[in-house]
């Protein structure tokens, strides 16, 4: 089984957006389309975890630190499925990763996301 190929991460501004890619390589539609696919989400020191799903019927679920934000969708056609980030958050920064629900294929090189935050204005006076 071949690995996953992630893509489209990077760095933004908090605010900003990003949409990250999945390809899931070498892999025929039969196999493609009756699986449930989930991007995760690893930021350094802490434990992969499950941030998005969606079903083979579309049906989605969200973990709650990003719902609302973030949007899953899959293109059977190009076996393909995808990670809308909106209104990215300081807090949003790892790597991200897409497997099947069941992280049953070998784990990908995942794809980075950064967010800077706003900044904050420093005076001093003269």
């Known amino acids: 089984q071949r690995r996953p190929v992630e893509s489209g991460g990077g760095m933004v501004q908090a605010g900003g957006s990003l949409r990250l890619s999945c390809q899931a390589s070498?892999?025929?539609?039969?196999?493609?389309?009756?699986?449930?696919w989930g991007w995760y989400s690893q930021a350094p020191g802490k434990v992969r975890k499950l941030v998005a799903s969606?079903?083979?019927?579309?049906?989605?679920n969200y973990a709650e630190s990003v719902r609302g934000r973030f949007t899953i969708s899959r293109d059977n056609a190009r076996k393909m499925v995808y990670l809308q980030m909106n209104s990215l958050k300081p807090e949003d920064p790892a790597v991200y990763f897409c497997n099947t629900l069941k992280e049953s294929l070998p784990w990908g090189q995942g794809t980075q996301v950064t967010v800077w935050g706003q900044g904050t204005q420093v005076t001093v006076p003269s």
């Open positions: 969606i079903s083979s019927t579309r049906s989605t």
């Open positions: 070498g892999m025929i539609s039969s196999t493609f389309n009756p699986l449930d």
